[in-house]
Protein backbone atom coordinates (compact mmCIF):
# COMPACT_ATOMS: atom_id res chain seq x y z
CA UNK A 1 0.00 0.00 0.00
CA UNK A 2 1.61 3.35 -0.86
CA UNK A 3 2.23 6.09 1.46
CA UNK A 4 1.08 9.75 0.84
CA UNK A 5 2.50 12.96 2.37
CA UNK A 6 -0.53 15.51 3.27
CA UNK A 7 1.05 18.95 2.79
CA UNK A 8 -1.05 21.77 5.30
CA UNK A 9 -0.88 25.38 4.26
CA UNK A 10 -2.44 27.84 6.03
CA UNK A 11 -4.06 27.49 9.33
CA UNK A 12 -2.51 28.85 12.58
CA UNK A 13 -1.63 28.99 16.06
CA UNK A 14 -3.85 28.91 18.86
CA UNK A 15 -3.92 32.21 20.73
CA UNK A 16 -4.86 30.44 24.29
CA UNK A 17 -3.68 27.76 25.88
CA UNK A 18 -7.74 26.46 26.28
CA UNK A 19 -7.71 27.02 22.30
CA UNK A 20 -4.55 24.73 22.04
CA UNK A 21 -6.15 22.42 24.10
CA UNK A 22 -9.28 22.05 21.78
CA UNK A 23 -7.18 22.27 18.63
CA UNK A 24 -5.26 19.17 19.42
CA UNK A 25 -7.70 17.34 20.67
CA UNK A 26 -8.97 17.80 17.02
CA UNK A 27 -6.05 16.35 16.02
CA UNK A 28 -5.67 13.89 18.00
CA UNK A 29 -9.29 12.64 17.35
CA UNK A 30 -8.70 13.24 13.22
CA UNK A 31 -5.23 10.91 13.81
CA UNK A 32 -7.56 8.24 15.66
CA UNK A 33 -10.13 8.12 12.84
CA UNK A 34 -7.30 7.15 10.90
CA UNK A 35 -6.00 4.32 12.69
CA UNK A 36 -3.27 2.26 11.12
CA UNK A 37 -3.56 4.21 7.92
CA UNK A 38 -1.76 6.82 9.57
CA UNK A 39 2.42 6.52 9.48
CA UNK A 40 4.00 9.90 10.52
CA UNK A 41 1.75 12.02 12.26
CA UNK A 42 4.15 15.05 11.50
CA UNK A 43 4.28 17.98 12.79
CA UNK A 44 3.90 21.56 12.56
CA UNK A 45 6.53 23.34 10.68
CA UNK A 46 8.12 27.18 11.41
CA UNK A 47 8.72 29.98 8.82
CA UNK A 48 10.45 28.07 5.56
CA UNK A 49 13.37 29.80 3.16
CA UNK A 50 13.46 28.86 -0.46
CA UNK A 51 16.64 27.83 -2.18
CA UNK A 52 17.06 28.39 -5.92
CA UNK A 53 19.88 28.99 -8.51
CA UNK A 54 19.08 32.35 -8.21
CA UNK A 55 19.60 32.49 -4.21
CA UNK A 56 17.98 32.33 -1.32
CA UNK A 57 14.04 34.08 -0.16
CA UNK A 58 13.38 33.90 3.49
CA UNK A 59 9.55 35.28 3.18
CA UNK A 60 8.37 31.69 3.54
CA UNK A 61 7.50 30.94 -0.37
CA UNK A 62 4.22 31.44 -2.31
CA UNK A 63 2.07 28.95 -0.32
CA UNK A 64 3.93 28.27 3.11
CA UNK A 65 4.47 25.34 4.56
CA UNK A 66 2.59 24.44 7.81
CA UNK A 67 3.06 21.26 8.67
CA UNK A 68 3.04 17.61 7.54
CA UNK A 69 1.50 14.01 8.06
CA UNK A 70 2.36 10.71 6.31
CA UNK A 71 -0.64 8.26 5.36
CA UNK A 72 -1.02 4.66 3.66
CA UNK A 73 -3.41 4.25 1.77
CA UNK A 74 -4.93 1.97 -1.76
CA UNK A 75 -5.43 4.65 -4.01
CA UNK A 76 -5.25 8.81 -4.12
CA UNK A 77 -8.81 9.20 -4.31
CA UNK A 78 -8.70 7.19 -0.72
CA UNK A 79 -6.01 9.61 0.93
CA UNK A 80 -7.45 12.92 -0.51
CA UNK A 81 -10.67 11.44 1.41
CA UNK A 82 -8.65 10.88 4.46
CA UNK A 83 -7.80 14.58 4.14
CA UNK A 84 -11.35 15.61 4.47
CA UNK A 85 -10.91 15.20 7.77
CA UNK A 86 -8.40 17.14 8.59
CA UNK A 87 -8.67 20.11 11.21
CA UNK A 88 -6.54 22.61 9.26
CA UNK A 89 -9.81 22.85 7.02
CA UNK A 90 -12.26 23.40 10.24
CA UNK A 91 -11.51 27.72 10.47
CA UNK A 92 -11.42 27.78 6.53
CA UNK A 93 -7.79 29.43 5.88
CA UNK A 94 -5.80 26.21 5.35
CA UNK A 95 -5.46 23.74 2.46
CA UNK A 96 -3.59 19.77 2.47
CA UNK A 97 -2.36 18.92 -0.24
CA UNK A 98 -2.02 14.89 -1.40
CA UNK A 99 0.93 13.56 -3.09
CA UNK A 100 1.90 10.26 -3.79
CA UNK A 101 5.49 8.89 -2.00
CA UNK A 102 7.27 7.16 -4.42
CA UNK A 103 10.20 4.73 -3.19
CA UNK A 104 13.57 4.89 -4.24
Same mark, same amino acid.
Given at each position: ???Y????????? $?? +? $? !? @?? @???M??????????? !???????? $??? #?? %? +????S????????N???G? +?????? +? #???AC? #?? %????????????? @??? $??? !? #?
Amino acid at each position: MPNYVFAYHGGGM $PE +T $P !E @EG @EKVMAAWQSWYGSIG !EALVDGGA $PVG #MS %K +TVSASGIADDGGSNPLSGY +TVVKAD +T #MEAACE #MA %KGCPILDGGNGSV @EVA $PIH !E #M
